[in-house]
């Protein structure tokens, strides 16, 4: 099992900047792919970023790339996704996700964050 706690998200303007860090639990070792996700009501859940534990390039969505930049510290069993010049349109719930590597397909990870709320006003 792994557990996934996200924080970081709030209200802020266009054009500010969050930081939303994943803190992972349990067995994280086994499963080397973190990924964040968002959401917004009556839409799919889409791919934002990910990253290997193991290091390696990350994947970005095109929506966000240049904007965003997800990091890892594996001493502190921890991802973060800082983002920067943020739009109305990045509103949504980010979710952070474990899975057996990085990738951008949500139905390739198996353990889910319960969510933080990111809202950017214009």
């Known amino acids: 099992q792994v557990q996934l706690v996200e924080s970081g998200g709030g209200l802020v303007q266009a054009g500010d900047s969050l930081r939303l860090s994943c803190a992972a639990s349990?067995?994280?070792?086994?499963?080397?792919?973190m990924g964040w996700f968002r959401q917004v009501p009556g839409k799919e859940r889409e791919f934002v970023a990910a990253i290997n534990w193991s290091g390696g390039s990350p994947y970005y969505a095109d929506s966000v790339k240049g904007r965003f930049t997800i990091s890892r510290d594996n001493g502190k069993n921890t991802v973060y996704l800082q983002m920067n010049s943020l739009k109305p349109e990045d509103t949504a719930v980010y979710y952070c996700?474990?899975?057996?590597?990085?990738?951008?397909?949500?139905?390739?990870?198996?353990?889910w964050g319960q969510g933080t709320q990111v809202t950017v006003s214009s």
């Open positions: 349990g067995r994280t070792f086994s499963r080397n792919g």
């Open positions: 996700a474990n899975g057996r590597r990085a990738t951008s397909v949500r139905y390739d990870y198996d353990y």
